[in-house]
Nanobody, 121 residues
């Protein structure tokens, strides 16, 4: 059984910062890509940022220059540092990880339960 456990969400004022964490736990053989997505009320889930196993990153245009994704492969953990937060960043943030639980398995994408980020004065 694999679980992705997120933490770090909350309420912050415009211009403030938050750091989200997502740890993958359980039987894990290897992790390929990891990422963060977000879903605002009444809208579809959208990509925020992704990071490959060798550290290549990709960002949505709306967060470039403000958000930074990183990972600690030894801890199976991905982070999202969010600076310069805006009200339009308000959403539930979900992490995901493309991983296999045994060497002979295919890679499968697992999702966290989501953490609420609210940017408001």
């Amino acid at each position: 059984q694999v679980q992705l456990v997120e933490s770090g969400g909350g309420l912050v004022q415009p211009g403030g910062s938050l750091r989200l964490s997502c740890a993958a736990a359980g039987r894990i053989f290897s992790i390929r890509d990891m990422g963060w997505y977000r879903q605002a009320p009444g809208k579809e889930r959208l990509l925020v940022a992704t990071i490959t196993s060798d550290g290549h990153t990709n960002y949505a245009d709306s967060v470039k220059g403000r958000f930074t994704i990183s990972r600690d492969s030894a801890k199976n953990t991905v982070y999202l540092q969010m600076n310069g937060l805006k009200p339009e960043d308000t959403a539930v943030y979900y992490c995901n990880a493309e991983l296999k639980i045994r060497f002979y398995n295919d890679y499968y994408t697992y999702w966290g339960q989501g953490t609420q980020v609210t940017v408001s004065s």
